[in-house]
């Protein structure tokens, strides 16, 4: 990201969690209500650990705004990791590891192995308080930042839960617009936040909880897919010029950058390979009374040649199923050298829907940017100005 910034810091069983978000324009109306209410989403779902018992994430703001308003400096925020203090002697800051019981058995599919080796550290907790999704939390929060500078834009994002395993929401986001979407996307949010696993589909939720149970039985665990939507975007964010101004780039090397995320698609993605151009390509028109250009179907998913074209933008991600498992898999010891079954230790069945609320953050942060990059502008009043002209600019 060029325009704007942000680093998160922290580790799962830690004091706290920070975030400093840099570059965004001052005057921006900001609600911390509406940034712990994305926390508070993030930290719902079927199938989640004892963790999400224990902490309630609430952002503290530590700097960069002033009576409700961001101040163009860098914001920082930190979120109190409330387990801590189960944790202090295993994660003390100094002093030595005595008591802190070592992890010694690589879990496969967690960084344990790779990280053990390539940080050349003995306790493999070393790699794996920074690799837990817990970091997500700092990522949630700033991303909530962008979320209300786009929504004040005109900008709104959603998610929704599509697939766990076999089980499969009949509605995708691409079907948007066609007769079998029934759903105008300013509520979609509301209607999915409503199911304990974030389907629209009450078939493939009931489903979908099934597997989540079955799997807790039989101490497995569930991954699954998820798509975000972003709406109302004007047309010419991004660029076709480099590889590296596309916006479709972006918001794939971002959503895979989300812990668990082993495949992106924009629009129907893979699903178009599969079919003849004439099937997917989606075919222009012209509606003079509006005057604007329209589509009849939206597989591109609103990009096309890494530029937005108006049309709602549609990604998808695919969550492999959590790596630790109650019931272990086949691993060895990294002292030893021995097989041992991989190392357990408290974690969720199934944090999809908590994923695609991670992934809207993303989304909303990758968007803030290209934003920021079209339309410059140090003040939230020069932006939406320059942001007005060029709606005007698109009728033309
Ligand atoms: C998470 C917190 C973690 C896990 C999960 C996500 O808490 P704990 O490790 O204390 O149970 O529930 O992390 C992982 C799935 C992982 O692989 O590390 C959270 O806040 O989202």
């Known amino acids: 990201m060029s325009h704007l910034k942000f680093y998160t810091a922290g580790e799962s069983h830690g004091q706290a969690l920070i975030g400093i978000l840099e570059g ?51 914001i920082s925020l930190m979120i109190e990791n409330r387990d801590w203090k189960n944790w202090k002697t295993k994660m003390a800051i100094e002093g030595s590891p005595n008591n802190a019981n070592p992890v010694h058995v690589a879990r496969p599919g967690h960084v344990d192995l790779a990280g053990a080796i390539k940080y050349k550290q ?100 569930v991954g699954g897919i998820f798509e975000v939507v972003a709406y109302n975007l004007p047309i010419g ?14 918001i794939a090397g971002a959503m895979m950058s989300i812990q668990a995320i082993k495949g992106v698609e924009i629009g129907d993605g893979i699903g178009g390979a599969c079919r003849f151009g004439s099937q997917v390509h989606d075919e222009i028109y012209y ?60 974690s969720d069945v199934c944090a999809v829907p908590a994923a695609s609320i991670v992934g809207e953050a993303m989304l909303a942060l990758v968007l803030a940017d290209a934003f920021l990059e079209k339309f410059g502008g140090d003040s939230y009043e020069e932006i939406a100005e320059r942001i007005a002209n060029w709606r005007q600019h698109e009728m033309q």
């Not at 199938?47 to 902490?55: A, H, L, S, T």
């Not at 834009?153 to 948007?176: E, K």
């Not at 509606?287 to 998808?316: C, F, H, W």
């Open 237 to 250: 964010l991004g660029s076709h010029v480099h590889w590296d101004r596309k916006l479709d780039a972006r």
């Open 24 to 74: 965004m324009p001052a005057n921006v109306d900001i609600s911390v209500d509406a940034i712990n209410h994305e926390l508070h989403r993030r930290q719902q779902g079927y199938g989640r650990g004892g963790r999400m018992r224990i902490e309630k994430d609430q952002a503290n703001i530590l700097s960069g705004m002033r009576f409700g308003k961001t101040l163009g400096g860098p």
């Open 122 to 221: 003995d306790d493999i907790r070393n790699l794996l308080e920074r690799a837990s999704a817990r970091e997500t939390t700092t990522r949630v929060a700033l991303g909530a930042i962008a979320k209300q500078f786009l929504a004040h834009l005109g900008v709104g994002i959603a998610s929704h839960v599509l697939q766990m395993v076999d089980a499969r929401a009949r509605q995708s986001l691409i079907d948007y617009g066609k007769p079998e979407w029934h759903i105008e996307l300013d509520r979609l949010n509301e209607i999915a936040d409503k199911s304990p696993v974030r389907c629209l589909d009450p078939d493939a939720e009931s489903a979908m909880i099934s597997l989540i149970d079955q799997a807790k039985k039989e101490r497995d665990t």
């Open 287 to 346: 509606d003079a009374g509006k005057s604007a250009y329209y589509r009849k179907q939206n597989n591109a998913g609103g990009l096309e040649a890494g530029i937005t074209n108006g049309m709602p933008l549609v990604v998808r991600a695919a969550m492999k199923p959590i790596s630790t498992l109650m019931r272990p898999l086949d691993s060895v010891d990294i002292h030893s050298k021995k097989a041992t079954p991989a190392h357990r230790e408290r």
